[in-house]
């Protein structure tokens, strides 16, 4: 038999106590929030009348969820950033900030301080030279009325075709596949870089071992990350995932959306002055205006900071 007690008077009293609402210090705003994480727990406690094994297993998950820094990855896989955006769009819906590009989920791998390169330039470090497939990308970013914006910062980070990304392979060179471009009075941005491949999480790590335990992969389909900003705009947090891949529209981070698949169109070699055969990928954003200083920023999200 269950026995309940989360909800007793006296047990009320001491998640209050143990929440901080005893005593004046600390933050308000935390202190409710614990006190519902609190009750939350124990009436899930309760109602899967959870063994002492079950809770302590999920404890340690927790410690090696953090020594791995798999915690936005997890967040990700189980549809928490995707719901973020719902719930963001749902806002935007109800008052009426609508239109443009859709937003999609950013990911735990963006690195701060990409090298800066106006209208146009090279992404990737010549390594992959003899296994990538050169892709020339490139479209303008315009406003609702799908005029240019010209200095917009496009700000893009994608894979390797091992499907690992710089900073966090250390492998690869600094800002290898990471770039801001700059718009021209066109609004154009281009680059020249290699057609990403798609990537899964560790099969060791953490994410996949709850992902496991709900019967779900945990591989994403090819895409390219971005950042787009421009004074006087709302910032844009999306991606391109590319037509074809296998997990297109089965991506274990819920990040693709109608509106954000991109075509790969393939040149034979000698195309572009690349001797290989060569793929474009075009691409335009159309971005809202920013109703305050506040909207041309993106979230204050902690990220990883490239250590110079
Ligand atoms: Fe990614």
């Given at each position: 038999?269950?026995?309940?007690?989360?909800?007793?008077?006296?047990?009320?009293?001491?998640?209050?106590?143990?929440?901080?609402?005893?005593?004046?210090?600390?933050?308000?705003?935390?202190?409710?929030?614990?006190?519902?994480?609190?009750?939350?727990?124990?009436?899930?406690?309760?109602?899967?009348?959870?063994?002492?094994?079950?809770?302590?297993?999920?404890?340690?998950?927790?410690?090696?969820?953090?020594?791995?820094?798999?915690?936005?990855?997890?967040?990700?896989?189980?549809?928490?950033?995707?719901?973020?955006?719902?719930?963001?769009?749902?806002?935007?819906?109800?008052?009426?900030?609508?239109?443009?590009?859709?937003?999609?989920?950013?990911?735990?791998?963006?690195?701060?301080?990409?090298?800066?390169?106006?209208?146009?330039?090279?992404?990737?470090?010549?390594?992959?030279?003899?296994?990538?497939?050169?892709?020339?990308?490139?479209?303008?970013?315009?406003?609702?009325?799908?005029?240019?914006?010209?200095?917009?910062?496009?700000?893009?980070?994608?894979?390797?075709?091992?499907?690992?990304?710089?900073?966090?392979?250390?492998?690869?060179?600094?800002?290898?596949?990471?770039?801001?471009?700059?718009t021209d009075s066109e609004g154009r941005y281009?680059?020249?870089?290699?057609?990403?491949?798609?990537?899964?999480?560790?099969?060791?790590?953490?994410?996949?071992?709850?992902?496991?335990?709900?019967?779900?992969?945990?591989?994403?389909?090819?895409?390219?990350?971005?950042?787009?900003?421009?004074?006087?705009?709302?910032?844009?947090?999306?991606?391109?995932?590319?037509?074809?891949?296998?997990?297109?529209?089965?991506?274990?981070?819920?990040?693709?959306?109608?509106?954000?698949?991109?075509?790969?169109?393939?040149?034979?070699?000698?195309?572009?002055?690349?001797?290989?055969?060569?793929?474009?990928?075009?691409?335009?954003?159309?971005?809202?205006?920013?109703?305050?200083?506040?909207?041309?920023?993106?979230?204050?999200?902690?990220?990883?900071?490239?250590?110079?």
């Amino acid at each position: 038999m269950t026995v309940k007690i989360s909800q007793t008077a006296e047990t009320q009293a001491f998640f209050k106590e143990a929440a901080g609402f005893a005593n004046n210090d600390g933050n308000p705003r935390i202190k409710k929030i614990m006190f519902r994480v609190l009750n939350d727990l124990a009436k899930l406690i309760e109602d899967f009348d959870l063994t002492e094994d079950e809770f302590w297993t999920f404890a340690d998950y927790v410690n090696r969820l953090g020594k791995r820094g798999e915690a936005g990855l997890l967040i990700a896989g189980l549809g928490i950033e995707r719901f973020l955006d719902m719930r963001q769009d749902a806002i935007d819906a109800e008052i009426g900030q609508t239109g443009g590009t859709p937003r999609t989920i950013e990911g735990p791998l963006y690195v701060a301080g990409a090298p800066v390169a106006q209208g146009s330039t090279r992404m990737d470090d010549g390594t992959e030279d003899n296994v990538a497939t050169v892709m020339f990308l490139e479209g303008q970013v315009l406003d609702l009325d799908g005029k240019p914006i010209a200095g917009a910062t496009v700000d893009l980070w994608h894979a390797n075709t091992k499907g690992n990304y710089s900073f966090f392979d250390k492998s690869q060179s600094e800002y290898n596949l990471r770039r801001r471009i700059i718009t021209d009075s066109e609004g154009r941005y281009q680059a020249r870089s290699i057609v990403p491949s798609g990537y899964g999480c560790d099969p060791q790590g953490p994410t996949q071992e709850c992902l496991d335990l709900l019967g779900r992969h945990g591989q994403r389909p090819a895409h390219i990350h971005f950042f787009i900003s421009a004074p006087g705009y709302r910032h844009l947090t999306t991606q391109i995932n590319l037509a074809g891949d296998k997990y297109l529209w089965d991506d274990f981070a819920y990040a693709t959306r109608d509106g954000l698949v991109g075509e790969l169109v393939f040149r034979e070699g000698g195309a572009r002055g690349v001797s290989e055969r060569c793929a474009e990928l075009r691409f335009d954003f159309q971005l809202q205006k920013a109703a305050d200083n506040k909207d041309e920023q993106r979230s204050h999200r902690p990220r990883a900071l490239q250590v110079l």
